[in-house]
């Protein structure tokens, strides 16, 4: 089954009033995807999602083609591996893997149409099909409006999820006030931060001591990914604490230090990032042999979504093997986003802050065309 064509259709959904929200790293004024759309010899077609700014995803998917195209169908995820192999001047970091993440992405859904099979039964049969689902949100914004946070904070409510996780890092006494108001608002919630690596091990250690009053579920990225050492200093500061780590973080090279030395008890990949869901299955199974949990990355739009429920399914249970004494978390974005909400539906039910995957053939995605058209930005 050969593959015959590939193409890229880069996505911007531009933010109503010209809005704009972030992290404490950066605001963006659109959400932006690139989908790759290929098509077999048999006609069946399949879509992949890509990271990372659509103009330059979409030339570098012009420059792959020829790596891919006319190969079969059912090798695509060992020919990713090859490329990220092979390019290791370029490819173990960056654009180039989002590129390659994307229309691996895309073989899978295309093997599982294919198939007749969600892309699960394929990665190793369903372990699980519920997930706790949480909320990401309460975004750093330009005037960082409490206001808007507390508006934030009641859409989780009235969601009916469980846990909540809120952007912090823009300083130690905003953090405080941010956190005091989720508590107060949701008492009995889940709650995680997510400084997006904003801050030096120091005032990491700092802002985990001060908020310790709020019992806090995780702190994502309390450093930059590079800052390996601040993971040990922060691990060793604060042995007690939930730290989680992965979406700027690239293949099962580059997770492999931040698992076996466990500076982490959650790792995050990003499927449309980190080198495609073969390579996502290998970082998992990497972090459960050393006793690792995993909880996706997921910010992009509604392929990439699905694709990371998929691999979530297949994850076997360990170390437990009837009952997790903590629920396997997915990241339930709630951010304004047209990309993951109007070009398509996902395969999932949420009820009672509880995420059902349904079973539905490849990643399970039905895409409207015209709403990809309308976005599209070639
Ligand atoms: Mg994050």
Redesign the pocket.
């Known amino acids: 089954m050969k593959v015959v064509e590939i193409d890229s259709i880069p996505l911007s959904y531009p933010l109503r009033n010209g809005d704009s929200y972030g ?1 404490a790293r950066g605001l963006v004024t659109a959400r932006q995807c690139t989908l790759v759309k290929l098509k077999t010899e048999s006609g069946m077609i399949g879509y992949g999602e890509a990271f990372g700014s659509p103009k330059i995803i979409h030339s570098l998917i012009e420059e792959l083609r020829e790596w891919f195209l006319s190969k079969q169908l059912f090798d695509y995820p060992t020919i990713a591996s090859k490329l990220l192999n092979g390019f290791y001047h370029l490819a173990s970091k960056g654009y180039l893997v989002c590129a390659i993440s994307g229309i691996e992405m895309a073989a899978w859904d295309a093997m599982g149409k294919t198939l007749g099979m969600p892309v699960h039964k394929l990665l190793g049969g369903k372990a699980r099909d519920t997930f706790m689902a949480y909320g ?1 949100t309460g975004y750093i914004t330009e005037s960082n409006s409490l206001e808007r946070l507390k508006e934030e904070v009641h859409l989780v409510e009235s969601s009916g999820l469980q846990a909540v ?1 809120i952007k912090v890092g823009t300083s130690l006494q905003e953090d405080i006030e941010r956190v005091e108001i989720v508590r107060t608002l949701l008492p009995d919630i889940k709650i995680m931060v ?1 400084i ?1 690596g904003n801050y030096t091990p120091d005032l990491a250690i700092q802002m985990i001591e001060r908020l310790k009053p709020f019992e806090l579920y995780w702190v ?2 309390p450093v930059p990914p590079h800052d390996l050492h601040g993971f040990r200093q922060i691990k060793h500061a604060e042995p007690g604490i939930t730290l989680a780590t992965g ?1 700027a973080e690239y293949t099962r090279y580059g997770f492999r230090e931040l698992i076996q030395e466990k500076l982490v008890d959650i790792v ?1 990949p990003d499927l449309a990032k980190c080198g495609g869901i073969y390579e996502a299955k290998a970082i998992s199974m990497m972090a459960q042999a050393n006793n690792i949990r995993i909880s996706p ?1 997921v ?1 992009g739009g509604v392929v990439g979504r699905s694709a990371a429920l998929q691999l979530m399914a297949s994850i076997p249970y360990y170390p437990h093997s009837l009952k997790e004494p903590e629920p396997m978390m997915f990241e339930y974005d709630l951010g304004e986003n047209g990309l993951r909400d109007e070009i398509g539906t996902s395969p999932i039910q949420l009820e009672n802050g509880t995420i059902t995957l349904l079973d539905k053939i490849g990643l399970g995605v039905e895409l409207d065309e015209e709403k990809v058209q309308h976005y599209c930005i070639s």
Do not use: L, T, Y
């Open positions: 992290n990401s996780k997510d997006n994502e990225e979406e995050q990355h910010w």
